[in-house]
């Protein structure tokens, strides 16, 4: 069975670091690109940041360029998202996301989810 266990949230103030991960078992881990997405109190899904089977490639939401940071190990099964300079509007539940299916139309590549980590809240409050 696909699992995705999150770890690494919690409270910290503006301006600090978390690193967040979410180790994965069940289905061939090297063989898909992964994903980040966060849900702030009261708001719809935001996606993050993505990044290709081998982490050659990486997409970030523009509002986390700069400060955010998403990897994998490959022989640990372990996808992370590094982030820095912290704002309370990162405030949310993260979690990390597994790609069903890849449709790519017009050099964009649009995921669909068939698998969620279980959520870890990010809180950041001085």
């Known amino acids: 069975e696909v699992q995705l266990v999150q770890s690494g949230g919690g409270l910290v103030q503006p301006g600090g670091s978390l690193r967040l991960s979410c180790a994965a078992s069940?289905?061939?881990?090297?063989?898909?690109?992964m994903s980040w997405v966060r849900q702030a109190p009261g708001k719809g899904l935001d996606w993050i940041s993505s990044i290709s089977w081998n982490g050659g490639i990486t997409y970030y939401a523009e509002s986390m360029k700069g400060r955010f940071t998403i990897s994998r190990d490959n022989a640990k099964n372990t996808l992370y998202l590094q982030m820095n300079s912290l704002k309370s509007e990162d405030t949310a539940v993260y979690y990390c996301a597994k790609p069903g299916s890849v449709t790519r139309v017009a050099g964009t590549e649009h995921y669909e989810y068939d698998y969620w980590g279980q959520g870890t809240q990010v809180t950041v409050s001085s």
């Open positions: 069940g289905f061939t881990f090297d063989d898909y690109a």
